[in-house]
């Protein structure tokens, strides 16, 4: 379609792709036939969505690892390139939240978040950088939160995480100026997916993660003269 800022198939690399956000980003994207590399660490559930996404006509691939460790990360690159070539759109999505009082928090949790939120998210945004300025042409999307924005009660560690990728994304959109390479975060309030699973919360008024998808398919269908920043989202009932 004219206009957009990239060609009509797009190369799609999703992190956190086996579930939630990343799962709804996968299927609403299916929708105009662009080809997918998805990762998370659940093989079989990231087996069952790409087998799903080949049935739909579009083609797929995924790998299993840890999105803030390096050497997973270099061998999805290498993957990513022999697969597909390149890629035009990274949506950097993949998180962890643990909530509570500070002072209940653990080092553990500490180390998985950030490894997790801000570290993932500077490995992926690292490697896919040079690939997007080569070609002057791409989109970054992050999902940050609408904790990215703001503070909240029990949400210390989780908000610190998102406040770095907010800022790690500012820093890197000054960056970017004079170029056709775009970066976004995306900010949602409280989506219903698996990671309320278990947990004691009333998912009736949370936004879907159909929502969220249909925000970050806005984002990559932008025109060439609009440059999104971040979308705040929260959800319609109150
Ligand atoms: N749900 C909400 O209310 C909400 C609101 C605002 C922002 N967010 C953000 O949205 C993003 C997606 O969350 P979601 O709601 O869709 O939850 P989700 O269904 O639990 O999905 C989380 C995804 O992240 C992946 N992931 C987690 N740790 C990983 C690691 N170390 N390495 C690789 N992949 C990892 C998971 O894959 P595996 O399980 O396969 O590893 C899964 O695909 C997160 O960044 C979260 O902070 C969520």
């Known amino acids: 379609m004219k206009g957009k800022i990239i060609s009509d198939s797009l190369r799609i690399v999703i992190t956190g792709g086996s579930s939630g956000i990343g799962e709804a980003v996968a299927f609403e994207m299916a929708k ?3 080809c997918f590399f998805l990762m998370g660490r659940n093989d079989g559930r990231l087996k069952k969505i790409v087998e799903s996404l080949h049935s739909l006509g579009c083609e797929a691939h995924y790998d299993v690892g840890n999105v803030g460790n390096e050497e997973d990360t270099e061998r999805m690159f290498n993957n990513i390139k022999q697969k ?3 890629i035009d759109v990274l949506f950097a999505n993949a998180g962890v939240g643990y909530f509570g009082n500070l002072e209940d928090l653990t080092i553990e949790q500490y180390d998985e978040q950030f490894n997790t939120n801000v570290k993932g998210v500077f490995l ?5 950088l040079p690939l997007l ?7 970054i999307i992050v999902t940050s939160s609408n904790l ?5 009660a029990k949400c210390s560690l989780y908000a610190a995480t998102k406040h770095a990728v907010q800022a790690m994304v500012g820093c890197l959109r000054d960056e970017l100026k004079g170029t056709m390479v775009k ?8 989506v219903d997916t698996p990671w309320f699973d278990g947990k004691d919360v009333d998912r009736n008024k949370m936004l879907s993660s159909s929502d969220v998808a249909k925000v970050v398919r806005m984002i990559i269908d932008q025109n060439e003269t609009s440059n999104i920043d971040h979308i705040l989202l929260l959800p319609g009932k109150s």
Do not use: C, E, R
């Open 183 to 190: 970066v976004a975060t995306i900010n949602p309030g409280s």
């Open 84 to 86: 597909l070539g390149g």
């Open 124 to 128: 992926w945004m690292n490697k896919t």
């Open 133 to 139: 300025k080569a070609q002057n042409k791409g989109q």
């Open 32 to 34: 105009s036939n662009h």
């Open 148 to 152: 990215g924005l703001k503070t909240a």
